[in-house]
Each structure stands twice: as structure tokens, then as C-alpha cells.
């Protein structure tokens, strides 16, 4: 029953459908050790009860070949008897030619009867042989299925350091990315750019207080040229004639 067991389940774990399973897991990671560790157990108790079917299979067939060895010695033994037994009724000794027949076919029964044991157990030689083959083969394919989840475990955890790194990437990419005007960067240029706009404003206003101040000198120039004109009105000139002058 042990056997039919393990034998249920690594036909079971054999017929999985690893891809599937992984589509349906909540954590394919979590998923893949467990089926590691399945593999992993059913490899090791199956490896024991084939080590076990195996033993029971060379105890049989040494047992058959004792059967048959034995049939062959009594097959001999019965044909030295008879042998025997008609030299010893060639020359006219039936009483002892008797005794060495009635040897051999008490040995011919001893052959018969290791024959038929023989022939007993070669079914069962037979079927274990059949039964052995078959667990290797499952065995082997088991193992190989094992290396695939490895694999396939070692890929996923792969795939995952990866998209991992690209998250963390994109992340650190996004939080200096300059069109972002939610980023640390957009917020100092935005800043910069107040503060050049705020210079820009401070130089145009002392550029127009500036010329301000020439408009003003422009101003008093012509109130002195009207208090010269003026002056010489006074003295009996003229208004050019002190332009001139």
C-alpha cells in the first residue's frame, strides 16, 4: 500500500501542469518551492521503495537460479544412478540395479520438484522486472521535472531581481525627471526662474529710474538756457545773440 502510494503520487506530481498552477498562485515563487520541496520528498521515498522492490527482485531471482542449479544437480545425480544401475544389471546384479533406479527417480522427483519452483517464481521475476523498469523510468523523469522547477524557480527569482532593479530605476528616474513640475528639480527651477524674473524686474526699474534722472538733467538744462536768454534780454542783447555767445 506504501508503494501504491508513493506510485499515485509521482504519477500525480508527474501530470502537473507547472505552468498552470503558476498562473493560478497567488505567489508562483511560494509555489515553485513547494513543488521543489514535493519533488524533492517523493524523489527520496521513492527512491527507497524502488532500493526495496530491487532487493526483493534479486532475492528471487537468486532463489530461482538455486532452483535451477539444484534441478540440474539432481538431474545429474539421477542420471549417475542409472547409470549405475545398468552396470550392475549388466553383470546379473538386479537386486543392487533395483536400488541404484529407485535413487535415481527419487532424484528425478527432487529435479521435477525444483523445476516446478523454478518455474514458479519466473512470473514474479517477470513482473518485478516489469515494475522496476517502470519506477526508474518515473524516477528519472521525476528527477528531471525536478531540475525544470529549479529552473524555472531560478528564471522566476531572476525575472523578478530584475523588474525589481527596473522599478527602482524608473522610480529614481521619475523623482528627478525636469518636466515633472512635482519634483524637487521643478520646484528649484521654478524657484531660479522667480528669482531671475524678480532680477529681470529690479534691472528694468533702475534702468527707468535712470533715465529719469537724465530726463531731469534735460529739464534743468533748458530752465538755465531760459534764465541766460532772459538775462540778456535784460542787458539790451539778444536771445541768439547769447545762444551764440
Partial sequence: MAKQSIFGRI??????NINALLDSAEDPQKMLDQLVRDFSNSIAEAESAIAETIGNLRLLERDHQEDIQ???????KALAASRKAD????????VDADKFDNLAKIALQRQIGEENEARAIAPSIAAQNEVVGKLKDGLNGMKQRLEQLKSK?????????????QNKVHDAIKSIDVMDPTSELGRFEDKVRRQEALAAGKEELAASSLDAQFESLEDIGQLTEVEARLAALKSGGTPQAAIDQ
Fill in 11 to 16: 504519477s500525480t506530481l508527474m501530470k502537473a
Fill in 70 to 76: 539444484a534441478a540440474a544437480e539432481w538431474g545429474n
Fill in 87 to 94: 552396470e550392475l544389471r549388466a553383470v546379473g546384479n538386479t
Fill in 153 to 165: 524557480r531560478s528564471e522566476l527569482l531572476a525575472r523578478a531581481k530584475t523588474a525589481e532593479a
